[in-house]
């Protein structure tokens, strides 16, 4: 799997918009962006994927550089409650086993 | 129903005794995981079974010893572990599907400590 490359720490006020970047590019064509989170004191969690085209959910957007070889996940309006480490991961679209390998990832804080 | 339970949520075990960690999903997943974590330090995958099967093994210590008794049930049986082995242990499972992404869903971990 390819590695991403992440600030390890960024800070934020409540209620503003937080851009968390992540470079790859080393990335293959193959290669979907995870972005995972975790909260302190509990597993990681889910928050968002793409492979070429800009991703909106209830919990973030993902926007996708043209040569993917970098990407943003952005969190529209924080809360002190996204206060997490935030982890951008490739994964390999068709492999026959959902692997993850989690980088150093950047600790998002909030502050009220 | 979208969690991922363990048990227990602590354990402190000393170095001589034999230990199971255990993690239960109702999402119809067939694919479950284990990951180490150390303190300030991205999870590290362990092991991954598949429809029950043993699939990838991150060529963990033989102290370690996973089972998968059915779909929704993973343990992880533990014996003459050592201090360094002193960590978070999480559980996750996903639909297993041969292509496209699907997310992990994780557990809140077992907080393993051995003196």
């Known amino acids: 799997d390819a590695k991403t490359t992440q600030p390890n720490s960024m800070e934020s006020n409540e209620e503003e918009p937080v851009h968390l970047p992540c470079n790859h590019s080393?990335?293959?064509?193959?290669?979907?962006i995870h972005w995972y989170r975790q909260l302190p004191s509990q597993g990681p969690e889910y928050v968002i994927h793409?492979?070429?085209s800009n991703v909106n959910n209830r919990m973030a957007s993902l926007a996708i550089a043209e040569d993917r070889k970098s990407s943003t996940l952005i969190l529209h309006r924080a809360t002190l409650r996204d206060a997490a480490v935030y982890y951008c991961?490739?994964?390999?679209?068709?492999?026959?086993?959902?692997?993850?390998?989690f980088g150093t990832g950047t600790l998002l804080a909030v502050q009220p | 129903d979208t969690e991922v339970t363990q048990t227990p949520k602590h354990l402190v075990m000393g170095m001589t005794n034999k230990k199971s960690l255990k993690c239960e999903q109702h999402?119809?997943?067939?694919?479950m995981y284990w990951y180490k974590q150390k303190a300030k330090k991205p999870p590290e995958l362990m092991f991954v079974?598949?429809?029950?099967?043993?699939?990838i093994n991150e060529s963990v210590p033989s102290r370690f010893s996973p089972e998968c008794p059915n779909s929704s049930l993973l343990n992880l049986h533990l014996h003459a572990l050592q201090p360094e082995d002193s960590a978070l242990y999480l559980c996750?499972?996903?639909?297993?599907?041969?292509?496209?992404?699907?997310?992990?869903?994780f557990g809140p971990g077992t907080r393993l400590t051995v003196t």
């Open positions: 996750a499972s996903s639909q297993e599907r041969l292509a496209g992404p699907y997310e992990q869903y």
């Open positions: 080393t990335i293959s064509g193959t290669d979907y």
């Open positions: 793409g492979l070429t």
């Open positions: 991961i490739l994964r390999a679209y068709g492999g026959a086993t959902n692997k993850l390998i």
């Open positions: 999402m119809g997943h067939r694919a």
């Open positions: 079974y598949s429809y029950e099967k043993l699939s």
